[in-house]
């Protein structure tokens, strides 16, 4: 069963790109392939309805201190204009699309970067475009469940959003294990409504 829409609610699609929902995918979340049948039922729903829908792209430059090679914690991956950080051949992609991690800048969130160097906070351009299309309450589906879904969900809460998590609409890297269960946890204390059973 898909979300509720109506023009006032956006649903954005988180990082549906290979490198994560692929089996051969250099960060390979899971099942994440299996998100993508819903995320484009999900994107009908939200097109029928009038309801904004936006895409966020995981988007690095060859060096960034978001890889281990570099002194960060993650494979490398979502490497600009690479196969791995093109959205999924199978998702309908039909809307604005919001690239961050652009600069080496860190971006889990879709709403905001953060200099891993000087902690600096920056904003991307999802804030601004949902301000201007009037939207109150967002749906989150994608990828990971413990990163890019975390962090927008917590972030659009903090800005005042009403936040949805369709939980079979996203899958975890649980880098530790227990990351999933967490999240769940902290995400509904901090106020967002999930929905459903991880799967
Ligand atoms: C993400 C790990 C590294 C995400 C991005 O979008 O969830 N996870 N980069
Ligand atoms: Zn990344």
């Known amino acids: 069963m898909t ?3 109506d023009p006032t609610t956006a649903l954005i699609v988180v990082d549906l790109q290979h490198d994560f929902a692929e089996a051969d995918g250099n960060l390979y979340v899971p099942g994440g392939e299996q998100v993508v049948p819903l995320a484009n039922a999900e994107i009908e729903a939200a097109r029928a309805a009038g309801a904004p829908v936006i895409y966020t792209q995981d988007w690095h430059p060859e060096t960034t201190p978001h890889f281990q090679k570099d002194g960060g914690i993650w494979p490398v991956h979502c490497v600009h204009d690479t ?28 709403f905001s970067v953060r200099d891993p160097v000087t902690g ?13 299309l009037g939207v109150r309450r967002i749906v989150l589906i994608g ?20 936040v949805v998590v369709p939980l079979e609409g996203t ?12 999240t769940i946890a902290e995400l509904r204390e901090a106020g967002a409504t999930l929905v459903g059973a991880a799967a």
């Open 143 to 162: 990828l990971a469940g413990d990163y890019c879904v975390r962090e927008t969900a917590l972030d659009g809460l903090r800005l005042g959003y009403e």
């Open 83 to 110: 196969w791995g950080a093109e959205f999924h051949e199978d998702l309908v992609v039909d809307g604005p699309v919001v690239r961050k991690g652009v600069d080496g800048r860190d971006g889990y969130s879709g």
């Open 120 to 132: 600096e906070q920056g904003e991307t351009r999802l804030g601004h475009l949902l301000r201007d």
């Open 3 to 5: 979300q509720a829409y």
């Open 171 to 182: 899958r975890f890297v649980e880098l530790q294990e227990g990351d999933a269960e967490r």
